[in-house]
């Protein structure tokens, strides 16, 4: 019931590598942690969903704030590797149409 | 009378208690048969009922609690959520929920608010209770084709 947040930056690309859940209690470090990203001018931030086994809209929450601040920071999100029963979350939400989603599994290019 | 096992937990309101109850609703819908695709529906589903009292009801006062009642029926599973503390605006809630329509700009996304919606989307049937505190009822079937016989069994968890 925890989440583990890795941040890899290199130049200009910040890779986020997420681990556990995300839900009220862990979606505030989350947020804590992606927003200075995404605040970066012209970063490239990747958020690696891959070992992210639960979501609810704490999560997706967070993400939207995420997005928005890439808008006025003019830099990038891209989340990857999402779980089949996340991405059903940006689904129904209609949230896969406006953010930029990769489900793929890892290695694989679309 | 419909016989029914009935589980009720009390938990501070607090957001470190709402995986606590994710794993009681896991395994009680587990014990019952449900599908792990069901469970998954309820995990969300009744976090986002007690992250709503959680966090609209007590952001003033630490010192809440959250009741949460399961009724174990043979076909369904009926959860009941009841915060007594000061409640919110129903009508404002229910306005701003919803799924997102891609014309929408970037800036206009509502970064909350899909609790309900998606509680809405994932249970069966949902009743919420305004007049004390907020009390929220949803119910999801063992097996969606049942769902339209008797259809009057919330009114019993009032």
């Known amino acids: ?110 | 009378m419909e016989k029914f096992d009935f589980i009720e937990m009390k938990v501070p309101a607090k957001p470190e208690y709402v995986g606590v109850i994710r794993l009681s609703i896991s395994g009680i819908a587990n014990r019952m048969g449900f599908s792990y695709e069901d469970i998954e529906d309820l995990k969300v589903a009744i976090s986002e009922a007690i992250t709503n009292a959680v966090t609209h009801a007590y952001h003033e006062n630490d010192e809440g609690e959250v009741t949460v009642g399961f009724a174990v029926y043979e076909n369904r599973l009926e959860v009941m959520v009841a915060d007594h503390g000061g409640s919110f605006n129903l009508n404002e809630i229910k306005d701003g929920i919803g799924p997102y329509k891609d014309t929408e700009s970037v800036e206009n996304l509502r970064e909350g608010g899909f609790g309900l919606f998606l509680i809405n989307t994932l249970m069966d049937k949902v009743q919420i209770n305004n007049n004390y505190g907020v009390i929220i009822l949803m119910t999801k079937y063992l097996n969606e084709t049942e769902v339209d016989l008797d259809d009057d069994q919330i009114s019993t968890t009032q």
């Open chain 1, 1 to 110: 019931m925890n989440l583990v947040i890795d941040v890899v930056e290199e130049n200009n690309k910040s890779v986020v590598n997420l681990s556990g859940e995300i839900d009220a209690y862990t979606a505030p470090n989350l947020k804590e942690s992606l927003l200075p990203l995404t605040q970066k001018e012209g970063n490239a931030v990747e958020v690696d969903l891959g070992n992210v086994n639960y979501m609810d809209s704490t999560g997706l929450g967070v993400f939207i704030s995420a997005l928005k601040s890439t808008k006025e920071n003019d830099s990038k999100l891209k989340l990857v590797n999402i779980q089949d029963r996340v991405l059903r979350l940006f689904k129904i939400t209609g949230l896969d149409e406006i953010m930029d989603l990769n489900s793929t599994i890892r290695g694989v290019t679309e």
